[in-house]
């Protein structure tokens, strides 16, 4: 699929509004190395444009994808799920240039000529949507091993805990365990 499916010809948009769902690789959103994230999954979802008022076009729709990240925590590497919905309003590009250095205007976005293309606008919702500390509950079906010893010494506060000697797999005495029985072998 090529990335030209995203580009929304404005004169079509007359007739009505256009749909389409995509499957693209990450590199057509600039999104292969961004900070500590990389992505190697496909960027999927669906787009809807139309126009809202004589000129403007508002573009809504999907993007899912898969960050990889290293936990804060554990170091262990994460595979994020990612799903964004985002809803934007494109302005055709004002005649005068002037209207550029307005910092009022700092937060529109504009298409140009009869063309536009939402790619870098739908780059910027999935950058906003990457958690800023990482750890491995963002992942499903995973606890921190930090995380969970941290739980561990909560526990072991209460007199509940004196009951169960059996250490935690990841505890020093667990370890030590390990380590007592690999030199007797
Ligand atoms: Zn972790």
């Known amino acids: 699929m090529d990335s030209n499916i995203l580009k ?38 669906s787009i809807t444009a139309k126009l809202a008022g004589p000129h403007n076009v508002l573009v809504e729709g999907t993007i899912a994808t898969t960050a990889k990240v290293e936990c804060v925590r554990c170091l262990h590497e994460l595979k994020i799920p990612l799903t964004v919905s985002f ?18 205007d700092d937060d529109r976005l504009y298409y140009k000529g009869d063309m536009l293309d939402p790619r870098e606008q739908m780059r910027e919702e999935l950058m906003l949507a990457l958690p800023a500390l990482p750890s491995c509950e963002h992942e499903s079906m995973r606890d921190c091993p930090h995380g969970r010893e941290l739980g561990d010494m909560a526990s072991a506060a ?15 005495q667990a370890q030590l365990d390990r380590v007592r029985r690999e030199l007797d072998s």
């Open 87 to 104: 809803q934007t309003v494109f302005l055709p590009t004002p005649e005068d240039a002037e209207r550029f250095d307005d910092p009022q």
């Open 8 to 45: 929304i010809e404005i004169e079509r948009l007359i007739k009505g509004p256009i749909k389409r769902d995509y499957e693209l690789p990450p590199a057509d959103f600039d999104l292969l190395e961004d900070r500590e994230f990389s992505f190697r999954e496909p960027v999927k979802g």
């Open 158 to 172: 209460t007199p509940a805990a004196e009951e169960a000697p059996e250490p935690a797999p990841n505890s020093w």
